[in-house]
């Protein structure tokens, strides 16, 4: 008879537990910001919603019971483990950021990325001004500048302007290194390495080091599509940012 108690309690508190350590995992990952490196920030708001309706509703079957089906013990058991180990696996596999061997593996893209996904609620990207104040070079990022890449007149616009951004350090060929970040287009699975060259001797960087880079602006035919890239550059080397993604 005691067995029997014990193994109620334990088969209806799995279930709230797996819940609830779902739920406390998904809110975790948007508190700590650890999901910049999941999901696309269109996301957020969803994932730290359904995080909390988790653990909602775990309190809630413990003090419902009754509201689980009467399913034998090794059932629960088996579907717990189904359900919490590959996520607790997760949290300490889960790399911070890309490595070389992605950028690699996934080919680097030098032409502009498409528009925000259809299946995200994030704002249409928007072009960003071809001018800076007080003669300082326009801070931007390696999308803002392909966005350039449209039109003749979009190109004309940017052509020789300064521009300062960050990313990635890669040796490319001789007289010519890229800069790379990784775009995300809805999670971590798609998201494709893009990049901009830069004409210059090679720097005294490692490969993967993030730099702060101010060039000039200039545009190029490659394999039929144009290309912006950068001369005249500067360089400083500097930490790595919080979110290692553009959008």
Not at 5 to 34: C, I, N, Q, Y
Not at 170 to 185: N, S
Request: glycine letters at 6%; aromatic letters at 8%.
């Amino acid at each position: 008879m005691a067995t029997d108690l014990k193994s109620d309690f334990f088969r209806s508190t799995l279930a709230p537990l797996v819940l609830a350590t779902w739920g406390g995992v998904m809110l975790e990952v948007v508190a700590t910001g650890k999901i910049h490196t999941l999901l696309h920030p269109a996301f957020h708001p969803w994932v730290a919603l359904t995080g909390a309706l988790l653990v909602i509703i775990a309190i809630a079957l413990l003090f419902a019971p009754g509201a689980l089906h009467p399913e034998p013990l090794s059932a629960w058991l088996g579907r717990g483990s189904l359900l919490l180990i590959p996520l607790l696996v997760s949290l300490y596999v889960a790399p911070s950021t890309f490595s070389a061997y992605t950028v690699l593996n996934r080919g680097v893209n030098m032409s502009a990325p498409p528009p925000a996904s259809t299946t995200t609620t994030a704002a249409p990207a928007t072009i960003p001004p071809a001018t800076a104040s007080n003669g300082q070079p326009l801070v931007t990022d390696i999308p803002g500048v392909m966005a350039f890449t449209d039109s003749d007149q979009q190109r004309l616009s940017m052509d020789g302007k300064s521009v300062q951004l960050v990313g990635q350090y890669y040796p490319a060929k001789d007289g010519e290194y890229e800069v790379v970040r990784l775009y995300m287009y809805c999670c971590a699975a798609d998201a494709s390495p893009i990049s901009i060259p830069v004409q210059d001797d090679l720097p005294g960087e490692k490969q993967e080091d993030w730099i702060q880079i101010t060039g000039t602006v200039r545009f190029r035919q490659h394999l039929g599509q144009w290309e912006p890239y950068l001369v005249s550059p500067s360089i400083l080397k500097c930490s790595a940012p919080s979110d290692p993604y553009v959008y």
